[in-house]
């Protein structure tokens, strides 16, 4: 059967994006999964991708056009007959995001690059621009200096990714600014702290790489992630989304990892179904991740489907925290610098490695006995970091 | 000229390289004769021949009536019979009244008698302007010469493929028309040293560039050389492909040398519609596109028969500046729509 494929929401503030490319052509296989088509919003470019196996039969929409969220961009072909909308499975923010969205908001000041841009690419260029794998963004901004890309232009650009420009940078601030802003108008957040003594996860981990190539060892913040996806799936009220009104637990943790980008900016794409996997495939997939992220290649669903979030600010940090809860989700962990800190243990003061954990939670879902079991989960599965 | 620098024993003209072309065949080869109008005792309408009566003999230099299709016909007759015979028409422009040989049986007797007959006939021909002779003597009409199968069509346009290019064509066994550009008879230099052989296959680049391909044949391979020369004082450096065989055309080294420079100017002293030019862009268009960067020019003579008036027959000619201004275009393309 036929099925129209939408552009999803990315985020309740998402109204519209832009489609800069698309990754399939009319004939071919789709796989759920796999990226379509490549959508620029202020959070940045991202791959969106297909919520089901069928075949792309036709493409409704040009890239570089703006259209709005839950537009037809493109109808596939589906076996199943079972199948409902592409877009109702892409969405699951759609049914709120209408009237989370319809108060007035200012146009965004700087739109990100004039999708009016026509590229005109020289046929080498054209070429060129593919093998290198080169965004039509980077090349739409070359482009507005006006005149025909030629190979030589491509060439140049090629090993100078665009860095993300005042405009692009402005209207990220605005979305986080916005989502924020939400965040706090509507949620009612508690906060809770917890200091633990990060020793044995240290020690633990130090002896877990040390017999590990660099590229295969393990983060302290990796540690804080699996310790709290697990301790989300084991409490009730903190995984999962606030929507029309009523909380809607999640039976799998998806947790949402605070990405800074350079040159400015923040994401916070998900770790899908952390609580289940071990940890060298949690770090292989968070390495991913982050790089993604910083590609400006992330995929769709890492956008929309994270259920809680951890944020730390690492070794350059503070001693805390405090978060802001990103909806809809209703919980996230701010970790504070891991520092060596005086502890007292069984009577005496010791000098341990510390880490203080924040919570944010919302008031609508849990009280603060809650959180504060759950932040205790937290720190007791970080005491025994072998059985993360 | 006390202080001219001694002229080296080897310069010749174009005109000397064909007739010692000439000469050689002739000598080396007794089934050789040469034959068209004032080719004996008036020693040729452009000397070429000058001299050869008196050293080969009435036989072997023969003049002819005013009358292409009987001479050139004879010559057909000739080749067929086993001979190698070489036909001079004056100009490509007469060549008209024997289109009729060349094309109905020159070009076909090998297809028609499923390869029992071949005509091993070389055809001289002058072509082009630029000497104030009128447009009846003035037109370059290679190019429907080139759009003929059977046919092999080849044009000497350096004093090495003056001097070789006939024996070349004397050794195939098909009919092979060599287009001598009237302009380049008084051209002076000397041959590469040690050279005794061309191809009719191949292209060849005569100055070699990064940013454009000049590709032409004849006097406008020329004016493409002094353009270069322009070209490279504003630091734009041109690759000046000689084409040597209109058919066939060498497509891998005119796409070789797109490949290159990623840009193409063709000059062809034809007329631009339906000319050679345009089948060489298509060329490029179908088996080289993706490597452009930017569009296929063509720099072709005015469609006018070509004039009389000096002033008006440079202006309908291609000449360096247009092949320099051209040229620039194709690299500098103004910016924006």
């Known amino acids: 059967m036929r099925v129209e494929f939408r552009l999803p929401s990315l985020g309740a503030d998402m109204e519209s994006a832009t489609l800069t490319q698309w990754l399939k052509k009319p004939g071919d296989p789709i796989r759920r999964g796999e990226p379509i088509a490549t959508v620029e919003t202020t959070k940045g470019l991202i791959d969106i991708e297909a919520y089901e196996d069928g075949v792309l039969t036709e493409l409704v929409s040009l890239p570089g056009t703006r259209v709005p969220v839950g537009a037809v961009l493109a109808h596939l072909e589906v076996d199943s007959a079972r199948s409902v909308s592409a877009a109702a499975v892409a969405v699951p923010t759609a049914a709120a995001a209408p009237e989370l969205t319809r108060e007035p908001r200012p146009t965004p000041a700087a739109a990100p690059i004039a999708h009016t841009v026509r590229l005109r690419l020289s046929p080498a260029a054209r070429r060129r621009a593919q093998q290198l794998g080169l965004t039509p963004q980077a090349l739409r901004q070359r482009a507005a200096q006006g005149g025909v890309l030629r190979l030589q232009d491509i060439e140049q650009l090629d090993g100078e990714p665009p860095a993300p420009g005042a405009d692009a940078r402005a209207a990220m601030r605005q979305t986080i600014g916005a989502a924020m802003a939400r965040s706090k108008r509507e949620i009612p957040h508690y906060y809770l702290g917890h200091t633990l003594d990060f020793g044995p996860a240290q020690n633990w981990l130090a002896a877990h790489n040390a017999a590990l190539p660099v590229g295969e060892r393990l983060i302290e913040a990796l540690l804080i992630i699996k310790a709290v996806a697990l301790a989300a799936a084991r409490s009730e009220g903190f995984n999962g989304y606030f929507r029309d009104g009523r909380f809607e637990p999640s039976a799998a943790v998806h947790v949402g990892a605070a990405i800074a980008l350079r040159g400015g900016g923040l994401l916070a794409p998900a770790l899908p179904d952390a609580h289940a996997k071990d940890l060298p495939t949690l770090m292989r997939e968070f390495s991913a991740l982050v790089m993604r992220a910083r590609a400006g290649h992330l995929r769709s669903g890492e956008f929309t489907s994270a259920t809680i979030t951890v944020t730390a600010l690492g070794a350059d940090g503070v001693d805390v925290l405090f978060p802001i809860i990103n909806p809809p989700q209703v919980a996230i962990i701010g970790a504070g610098a891991i520092r060596a800190a005086p502890w007292a243990l069984e009577g005496q003061l010791l000098i341990r490695p510390t880490l203080t954990l924040a919570l944010a939670a919302d008031h609508r879902v849990t009280d603060g006995r809650a959180g504060a079991r759950f932040l205790r989960t937290i720190g007791s599965l970080l005491a025994d970091p072998q059985a993360l | ?337």
């Open chain 2, 1 to 337: 000229m006390p202080n001219a620098v001694p002229e080296s024993p080897a310069t010749l003209s174009y005109r000397d390289a064909v007739r010692e072309a000439l000469r050689q065949a002739l000598s080396e080869d007794p089934r050789v004769f040469l034959m068209g109008e004032d080719v004996g005792r008036y020693g040729g309408s452009y000397a070429v021949s000058k001299g050869l009566l008196a050293s080969f003999g009435p036989e072997r230099i023969r003049d002819t009536p005013l009358s292409e299709s009987a001479f050139v016909g004879a010559g057909i007759g000739a080749a067929l019979a086993g001979l190698r015979p070489i036909v001079e028409v004056m100009t490509v422009n007469f060549s008209l009244l024997a289109l009729d040989q060349i094309v109905n049986n020159a070009a076909t007797l090998s297809h028609m008698s499923g390869g029992q007959l071949s005509v091993p006939l070389v055809i001289r021909l002058a072509t082009g302007a630029g000497r104030q002779l009128g447009a009846q003597h003035s037109h370059s009409l290679e190019g429907w010469y080139a759009h003929v199968p059977g046919l092999r069509i080849a044009v000497p346009s350096t004093l090495d493929d003056a001097r070789f290019m006939l024996a070349a064509a004397l050794a195939l066994p098909d009919p092979v028309l060599l287009f001598e550009h009237l302009y380049l008879y008084n051209m002076e230099g000397s041959l590469t040293e040690g050279l005794a052989r061309v191809d009719l296959e191949h292209a060849a680049i005569r100055r070699s560039g990064r940013d454009v391909t000049l590709i032409s044949y004849g006097w406008s391979l020329h004016k493409c050389l002094a353009a270069a020369t322009t070209l490279a004082a504003e630091g734009i450096e041109a690759e000046v492909l000689d084409l040597r065989t209109l058919r066939p055309l060498d497509d891998a080294a005119i796409m070789a040398s797109v490949r290159h420079t990623r840009r193409a100017l063709i000059v062809d002293e034809g007329w631009r519609s339906g000319s050679l030019a345009a089948e060489i862009a298509m060329r490029i268009n179908e088996q080289a596109f993706y490597e452009l960067d930017a569009p296929v020019a063509r720099l072709c003579t005015a469609e006018v028969p070509i004039p009389y008036a000096r002033h008006l027959e440079e202006a309908a000619l291609p000449s360096p500046a247009g092949i320099v201004a051209a040229a620039r275009a194709l690299v500098q393309p103004a910016g924006g729509d």
